[in-house]
């Protein structure tokens, strides 16, 4: 048993329950690799920041630092620069979410994954909107969090099962009651870029992109970085919020 999930069982959770479908694509995972990826572990209970630590040092990450409380997470996450800080949402001192707005206003490049407890729509949400770029419940098993790790340091959005559409409609609650004029034209972006976002915006994976385009998942990856670049955005979350602000996940195009 890994030490997530003897965790898992020392805090009553049945591991590898509710994360089945994290979103997570295992040749995503295999193509981005673990060997260079810096994380740092943020939480409370010492039996489970251990646990998930040590489960990522056997699996070739390196572990820069843990922490205990909010203002600690901060701390080492700015002094340490991670490709990743795992956060619990209930930490001493400072909420996971307010640790997660505080790296971001520090202008971090690191990428934040919850893991958490809760699957509350508040609390899913408010994470989603202050830059966490994933959200994985405790219940997930060893394998899907590894996962779950490299893909958030890739930048790609993991959710466990059934969250991501809450996320998605959210979304688009915020965009029609924002009322700005929903124009989809993208400027700067090719046909095909264009053709990937609107994808991106309906909340399909990378390996479903490529399989609806007949191109392989690395080149979807590949448009998914230019048009991050190209729109100075950081993550697949921040893209995802764009195109729906922009009515790019209407089925058919406005107009």
Known sequence: MSGIEQAGHADGQEPGGAAGGAGTDPAAAEATGSPGLRV?????????????????????????????????????????????????????????????????????????????????????????????????????????????????????????????????????RMAAQDGTHRQPAVPGLTERETEVLKLVATGLSYKQIAARLFISHRTVQNHVQNTLTKLQLHNRIELVRFAIARGLDDPEPAG
């Open 40 to 172: 740092v572990v943020a939480d409370d209970h010492p039996m489970w920041r251990d646990a998930v630590a040590r489960d990522l040092a056997d699996a070739g990450f390196t572990v820069v630092a843990t922490a205990d409380d909010g203002p600690s997470a901060v701390n080492r996450t700015l002094a340490t620069r991670p490709d990743v800080l795992v956060l619990d949402l209930n930490l001493p001192g400072m909420r996971g979410d307010e640790v997660c707005a505080a790296i971001r206003r520090a202008g971090a490049p690191t990428r934040v994954l919850v893991l958490s407890a809760s699957a509350e729509q508040r609390d899913v949400l408010e994470a989603v909107k202050v830059g966490a770029t994933g959200y994985l419940l405790k219940s997930a098993s060893r394998a899907e969090f590894l996962d779950a790790v490299r893909e958030t340091a890739a930048g790609t959005a993991v959710f466990t099962a059934g969250l991501a559409g809450l996320v998605l409609g959210e979304f688009r």
